[in-house]
């Protein structure tokens, strides 16, 4: 699962969520929670919410960011974190993002950072654009796509070059085809060809 859980401040008598940016965090973005919104106990006291957040919506209401309750919206807490010594950045969701920043992970950011942003989302699903680079992140790895589901979950989104190096050969055999249902739907290639390299994202092709 890919759960944000965020702890609730009091901030004037308010209820909010800080996100901070910058070195040594002196970039503070504040949400204000509107009274409706449901609030969780968390197992060590306090009060937390956790995202994505279903029938919620993100507004700016006097330059200020106000959580509300709105049915058929969404909003999604992003991360897209750094290896050692590294950058990420969040290129482009499929939604409207609302606030953004970079948590930096020592004082100056030389350790490495996590880029987040906030965004409202009519749909279950946000398509996620990124890239990410430091120590222990393999080069065909920077480039980061993803689906964030309001459940959760977080799937990557296949490229062309990662369906190559998983498909090890493509089925030469005109009855075969690549499997549309998405990733995580792996098959073998059982063709008059053979086996093509064992597992393949390759299924035949409706008659």
């Known amino acids: 699962m890919n759960r944000v859980c965020k702890r609730v401040v009091k901030e004037g008598g308010y209820n ?10 002196h970039e503070r973005t504040v949400v204000y929670i509107n009274v409706a919104c449901r609030l969780e106990r968390g197992p060590n006291g306090g009060d937390w919410l956790k995202f994505p957040l279903r029938d919620h919506q993100i507004r700016l209401v006097s330059n200020k960011l106000v959580l509300v309750p709105v049915m058929h919206c969404n909003v999604f807490i992003v991360e897209i974190e750094s290896g050692y010594r ?10 409207e993002i609302m606030a953004r920043g970079a948590a930096l992970h020592s004082g100056q950011g ?12 009519p749909e279950e699903r946000l398509r996620v654009s990124g890239q990410a680079t430091g120590r222990r992140i393999a080069a065909a790895d920077e ?6 589901g309001v459940s959760g979950d977080r799937t990557p989104v296949l490229n062309n070059a990662l ?22 739907q792996v098959h073998t290639c059982h063709g ?15 008659v």
């Open 86 to 95: 590294g950058t990420a950045t969040i290129d482009e969701v499929s939604g």
């Open 16 to 25: 909010t969520l800080e996100f901070f940016s910058g070195a040594h965090d």
């Open 110 to 121: 030389a350790l490495g950072r996590t880029a987040w942003a906030i965004v409202n989302c």
């Open 143 to 148: 480039k980061q796509v993803f689906d964030l």
């Open 163 to 184: 369906i190559a190096a998983i498909t090890d050969a493509p089925c030469a055999c005109a009855t075969y085809e690549f499997d549309p249902c998405g990733p995580g």
């Open 192 to 206: 008059e060809h053979g086996e093509h390299g064992g597992t393949a994202l390759w299924i035949p092709k409706a």
